[in-house]
Structure formats: structure tokens, C-alpha cells
């Protein structure tokens, strides 16, 4: 599975737009971006996932670049309970193995 | 949608004792669940493999007579810390593979919330 890159922290306003970049250079043709998110002392959950196009559902947005080597998660209006870590994983979407987490990126929501 | 429950959310045991973590897919069969260890301001770390019917399948570095898995049905599978030390206190997490989601992402993972262990 590609490796990705994330920022170690954000901080974001509440009310405000996050953007969390991750960056997949080596990603291949069949190879899913997926993200989801852990908040303190819970599992993690899964938020949205893309392989080509842009993505949104009713947490957040996917957007993935053309050449698909890195993409951004957008979190339209962040409230102080969308404070957690949110990992980017890149993987084959088929019965294989299983998602390996990176050390993600730490975002806090400022009142 | 798919609901992965894990119990104890949290325990507390004495050295040497011996500590069953159950992880339960509650509304769909997952022929495949894996357990994860957290220590704390660190990523998931994957510990194994646990296949319904057949042998579990161990991360490197991870001991397979101190954590035994047992995948006994289709919805049911059991992490055991036998011997416990403080060293082993952490926060397991179980995931169940939906192999057939419905609305969710190609083979997803769903996870539990995790079980902190402290042994003291």
C-alpha cells in the first residue's frame, strides 16, 4: 500500500472551513484514498473514501488531484466536536489487507 | 449501519492475570477481524489477524502464546492477554470487515471503541 504524508497538527476556528492535506505520491491506478478519524479514547471512524473524482457526503468532502498524488479532506464547518486525529490511508479496495494507520494529523477546533 | 461492539470499554487487572477482550460484529458476518494496540500519542498498531475457523496470523513482534485469538463464529472474536504485565497496558481496538457494504466503501473496516487495559 502507497505510503502518505500528513501534517503532524492544524488548528482550525469553529465555524470555519478545515482542510487537511495528505500526500500519496506513490499511489497506484487501483489504490483507494480513505480517511476517517479517531476522537480521544474512542476507535476510529470512517469518514469518506475516493478513487478518481471528488467526493462529499454528509461529514466532509474529498478532494483528489488529477494526477491523484495528494488530496485535501475538507470538514466545511468545523464544530468543537470534529476535534480528533484524522488519518489519510491509501489502499487497494479489495479483500486484502488491512488499513495501516500513520500518525495522522492532530486536529484541534478553537472555540 | 455496520456496528462493530467491543466489551470491556475499559479493565483493570493485577500482574499476572489473564484478560479476554471480546469484539462482536453486531449486524453483518465478518470472516475477518483485526486487533490493533494504541499506546498513548501514538498511531494503531496492528497486532493480528484473526480468520473465523482458522488460525489467527501475528504481526512481527507479537507474541501468539501471550495474546491468543480466538474467532469462533462469524460475528465473535476474542483477544486473550495471558500473564499480563504493566508493559501490555494500552487501548486494544477490534475492526470487522463488511464484505458486503451497503452505501460504505469497498471492503471497509468498521471499529470498535476500544478497550483500555491497565495492569497494575
Known amino acids: 500500500d502507497a505510503k502518505t504524508t500528513q501534517p503532524t497538527s492544524m488548528d482550525c476556528a469553529e465555524g470555519r472551513a478545515a482542510n487537511l492535506p495528505c500526500n500519496h505520491s506513490?499511489?497506484?491506478?487501483?489504490?483507494?484514498v480513505y480517511w476517517y478519524r479517531q476522537i480521544h479514547s474512542q476507535g476510529p471512524q470512517y469518514i469518506i473514501h475516493g478513487l478518481k473524482n471528488n467526493e462529499t457526503n454528509e461529514m466532509a468532502s474529498l478532494i483528489i488531484t488529477e494526477d491523484r498524488k495528494s488530496s485535501t479532506l475538507i470538514l466545511p464547518h468545523a464544530t468543537l466536536r470534529d476535534t480528533a486525529v484524522y488519518y489519510c490511508i491509501v489502499r487497494v479496495g479489495h479483500y486484502g489487507q488491512n488499513f495501516v494507520f500513520g500518525p495522522g494529523t492532530r486536529l484541534s477546533v478553537l472555540p | 449501519g455496520a456496528v462493530v461492539s467491543q466489551h470491556p470499554s475499559w479493565v483493570i487487572c493485577k500482574s499476572g492475570t489473564s484478560v479476554k477482550i471480546e469484539c462482536r460484529s453486531l449486524d453483518f458476518q465478518a470472516t475477518t477481524m483485526f486487533w490493533y494496540r494504541q499506546f498513548p500519542k501514538q498511531s494503531l498498531m496492528l497486532m493480528a489477524t484473526?480468520?473465523?475457523?482458522?488460525?489467527?496470523?501475528?504481526e512481527q513482534g507479537v507474541e501468539k502464546d501471550k495474546f491468543l485469538i480466538n474467532h469462533a463464529s462469524l460475528t465473535l472474536s476474542t483477544l486473550t492477554v495471558t500473564s499480563a504485565h504493566p508493559e501490555d497496558s494500552s487501548f486494544y481496538i477490534c475492526?470487522?470487515?463488511?464484505?458486503?457494504?451497503?452505501?460504505?466503501?469497498?471492503?471497509?473496516?468498521?471499529f470498535g471503541n476500544g478497550t483500555r487495559l491497565t495492569v497494575t
Open positions: 506513490t499511489i497506484s491506478g487501483n489504490e483507494y
Open positions: 484473526s480468520n473465523e475457523g482458522s488460525k489467527a496470523t501475528y
Open positions: 475492526s470487522a470487515r463488511d464484505l458486503r457494504p451497503i452505501g460504505g466503501p469497498p471492503y471497509s473496516l468498521h
